[in-house]
């Protein structure tokens, strides 16, 4: 699919599953992450396992200067990376009243402004060569409301249907993968122990189903792509629901 990807948030949950499967492939890997120690170790393992070159760069994407060692990653013409996965990301409580504003405001900028400026960084360094994806993690959320994260990864979505028309055909495309629930420690950073998160266990998703489903539609050029059958119905479903329903359903877990 790819000869080199760089993946942020790779240091655990779906990113560090991009890395296993992309590296399965003989992609050669650029990891992006807040910690070193974790980086270090996954980048070990894949060159054990695959043998393929991995590159290991410490960045906290909401500090400027960091932010700005992976944008000039990106473009650098001499190291060109064909593929850019956009993970990083967390959670806050649904309840957006009670919500510290700053950590609002650090949450959009994760979801939103980094993707935004590492795909524009991607981009300008992809279209000349008429070569490249781009992946966007966003969310069932993006279709339900959701509070905050459902209308940051609703910005994903649309952002990612518009650019991969424009850009589709220069060969160029952008994706926005739309998982339901997985089995990662996102919500465990929430506080939230497996068990605890008030979500039923049908409603699950395995990430190396959700990595797998992700990397197929992205290597067939689709705008959107929702892993799993069952997701795939919910969203139907959702969307020509009430938005009453809409917004209950949005209301479940955490």
């Known amino acids: ?22 590296a399965a492939t003989g992609a050669d890997l650029v990891l992006v992450a ?80 980094v993707p935004m400026r590492l795909s524009h960084a991607a981009l300008r360094a992809m279209l000349p060569r008429k070569r490249g994806r781009i992946i966007n993690i966003a969310s069932v959320g993006a279709f339900i409301p959701r509070s905050t994260y459902g209308a940051c990864k609703r910005w994903l979505v649309v952002f990612s249907e518009w650019a991969n028309g424009q850009y589709g055909p220069q060969g160029v495309t952008m994706t926005a993968v739309c998982p339901g629930y997985t089995h990662t ?21 395995d990430a190396r189903t959700v990595v797998s489903e992700a990397l197929r539609d992205t290597a067939r050029g689709k ?5 799993s059958l069952r997701y795939r119905l919910i969203v139907g479903l959702v969307r020509f629901a009430p938005r009453s329903l809409g917004a209950r359903v949005g209301a479940r877990g955490r």
């Not at 939230?192 to 409603?203: A, D, F």
């Not at 705008?223 to 892993?227: K, M, N, R, Y």
């Open 223 to 227: 705008a959107v792509s929702v892993p």
């Open 34 to 113: 807040r910690d070193r120690t974790a980086l270090d170790e996954l980048a070990e393992r894949i060159r054990r396992t695959h043998g393929v070159d991995v590159e290991v760069l410490r960045a906290d994407l909401l500090k400027p200067r960091h932010l700005k060692l992976v944008v000039e990653r990106l473009s650098d013409p001499d190291r060109p990376v064909d593929l850019l996965v956009n993970n990083a990301g967390f959670g806050l409580p649904l309840d957006f009243a009670s919500n510290d504003i700053d950590d609002e405001v650090r949450h959009l900028e994760l979801h939103v402004e």
């Open 1 to 22: 699919m790819s000869r080199t990807a760089l993946i942020t948030g790779a240091s655990s949950g779906l990113g560090a599953e991009f890395a296993r499967q992309l």
């Open 185 to 205: 420690n996102f919500h465990e950073r929430l506080g939230l122990p497996p068990g605890q998160e008030g979500v039923p266990g049908w409603m699950w998703l």
